[in-house]
T-cell receptor, first 109, second 115 residues
């Protein structure tokens, strides 16, 4: 099973700040997904990246996939309280998902 | 379109008792997954079904956990007897595979507390 390391583990920032969270592995990803999980809910897919060097944007969220496909980052611009949640990266293990431990983000007004 | 439904949302039991969770996936999704999410960790796959057949149950503690998916739709996950370390959120997910990359849709989960 591919080991996914996410950092930082916790992040507390104020509204309007920018932030970046990371997902790394010692082995190559065939593809990587980012999910956000709000308290009391299941994870919801944000994006899937497949190609090395790929950059995808989703409103204020920017996702990058490393050239070597061993790492990925999620950058949030001008964070809002609604961005609060657990951000999980996941790689495919067959059709199932192998998740990292996540980055818990708290954005305060 | 209705999402993945799970019940109950919360359950508190004492160790050595039994408990069962129910999941109804999105209509038409052939693949169903059960994940265990311990506090502070990401979800960990317990079992994967394709229609009513088991694809992967390598991480399911089979001495106490069992799961079934009769008729390839609803699924139940049972723990008997429960241990303290089974306290976790149990997530059900379903997916419709299209090509090499697919999206899993998760239910809200059942939060189990074992005392």
């Amino acid at each position: 099973t591919q080991l996914l390391e996410q950092s930082p583990q916790f992040l507390s920032i104020q509204e309007g700040e920018n932030l970046t969270v990371y997902c790394n592995s010692s082995s190559v990803f065939s593809s990587l997904q980012w999910y956000r999980q709000e308290p009391g809910e299941g994870p919801v897919l944000l994006v899937t990246v497949v190609t090395g060097g790929e950059v995808k944007k989703l409103k204020r969220l920017t996702f990058q996939f490393g050239d070597a496909r061993k790492d990925s980052s999620l950058h949030i611009t001008a964070a809002q309280p609604g961005d609060t949640g657990l951000y999980l990266c996941a790689s495919n293990s067959g059709y199932a998902l192998n998740f990292g431990k996540g980055t818990s983000l708290l954005v305060t007004p | 379109e209705a999402g993945v439904a799970q019940s109950p949302r919360y359950k508190i039991i004492e160790k050595r008792q039994s408990v069962a969770f129910w999941c109804n996936p999105i209509s038409g999704h052939a693949t169903l997954y059960w994940y265990q999410q311990i506090l502070g960790q990401g979800p960990k796959l317990l079992i994967q079904f394709q229609n009513n057949g088991v694809v992967d149950d390598s991480q399911l503690p089979k001495d106490r956990f069992s799961a079934e998916r009769l008729k390839g739709v609803d699924s139940t996950l049972k723990i008997q007897p429960a241990k303290l370390e089974d306290s976790a959120v149990y997530l059900c997910a379903s997916s419709l595979v299209q090509g090499d990359v697919h999206e899993q849709f998760f239910g809200p989960g059942t939060r189990l507390t074992v005392l």
